[in-house]
């Protein structure tokens, strides 16, 4: 078995918390190549990023390092549950940064691995972090592009005037206001009306399946502009050019990632570059479902071993 220990990244004024996941008969005198997995929008390091791929990335011989994102989970930065990709990016940096201080992990064969949201940000990282050698991504999520059409009732521009009026509001001391991504529990989402496959897949993940305290779920509305006005995708054609492998399942819901999957796929410079659909799955089945996650890794551990 693999094991796991907990750790503290500096960032500029505060940490990044971490676990770092050890292949098993671990030897700190051998070099490992490792892989950062970074976790879904509103999730943390102990749900899917950790406990599913993290382990059985380990378990095949990688060191991986799932890591909760700066404002959210057990890593400091204030205010709290903000989702900014220029934050959430430059997070990877400081975790490759710790990586290649570690004398056991061979700089040179470093990946990273990002899971829904955590999945875009990873594919926007890796185009300017030259370090990343080889980029998966599980059911990968475009944030900017669904902050800008479902999240904001594809209404942008009007979802950022709210936005602006909400953060003067709190600069002059008003409350907070923290949007929920995920209902409150099943019956919620059922007696809301709730039809799409992803948000009531979500809600079956966060609330029933994988319940964790450091699971935001959340953000913070009057910070959110930034990541209205982001594309994860921007530059692709020219900058993307790492090994990647964009793993989707083909039952698409309304986050998006089927079709951010294949448009990634797609435009992005990689000479090598691999497409997994995983049949009769959807998003959130490939969090944590024995099944199509046995799929998805059977294509995984072959492409790092390969890339790494």
């Not at 693999?2 to 918390?17: D, G, L, M, P, V």
Request: proline share 5%; aromatic share 10%; net charge neutral.
């Amino acid at each position: 078995m693999s094991t796991t220990k907990s750790i503290q990244i500096k960032h500029t004024y505060w940490h990044i918390a971490a676990d770092l996941h050890l292949p098993p008969g671990f030897d700190d005198k051998k070099k490992y190549p490792a892989i950062i997995s970074a976790h879904p929008i509103g999730s943390c390091k102990e749900q899917t990023a950790g406990n599913v791929y993290g382990k059985k990335l380990a378990e095949a011989g990688f060191v991986v390092i799932a890591f909760d994102r700066s404002t959210q989970g057990q890593s400091g930065g204030e205010p709290r549950s903000i989702e900014d990709p220029a934050m959430a990016v430059e997070d990877f940096s400081r975790v490759m940064d710790y990586l290649v201080t570690l004398p056991y992990v061979d700089a040179d064969r470093i990946g990273v691995l990002g899971i829904c949201g955590g999945g875009g940000y990873a594919i926007n990282a890796t185009m300017t972090e030259r370090r990343i050698k080889a980029l998966v991504s599980i059911t990968g999520v475009n944030y900017g592009r669904l902050c800008r059409e479902g999240f904001s009732g594809f209404d942008p521009i009007g979802q950022m005037e709210a936005m602006a009026r909400q953060r003067t509001a709190e600069a002059r001391g008003e409350a907070l206001k923290v949007d929920l991504f995920v209902p409150p529990s099943m019956d919620a989402a059922v007696q809301s009306g709730m039809t799409d496959i992803d948000v009531l897949g979500a809600t079956d993940y966060y609330r029933n399946r994988c319940v964790n305290e450091n699971a935001g779920t959340r953000a913070l509305f009057s910070h959110r502009a930034a990541s209205v006005g982001w594309d994860a995708f921007h530059l692709a054609e020219t900058l993307l050019t790492t090994p990647m492998m964009v793993v989707v399942g083909d039952k698409p819901g309304g986050f998006g990632a089927y079709r951010d999957g294949l448009e990634i796929y797609a435009r992005a410079a990689s000479k090598v570059k691999k497409l997994v659909v995983v049949e009769g799955w959807s998003h959130y089945d490939l969090y944590d479902k024995p099944e199509p996650v046995a799929i998805a890794m059977a294509r995984v551990v072959p492409f790092f071993k390969s890339t790494l």
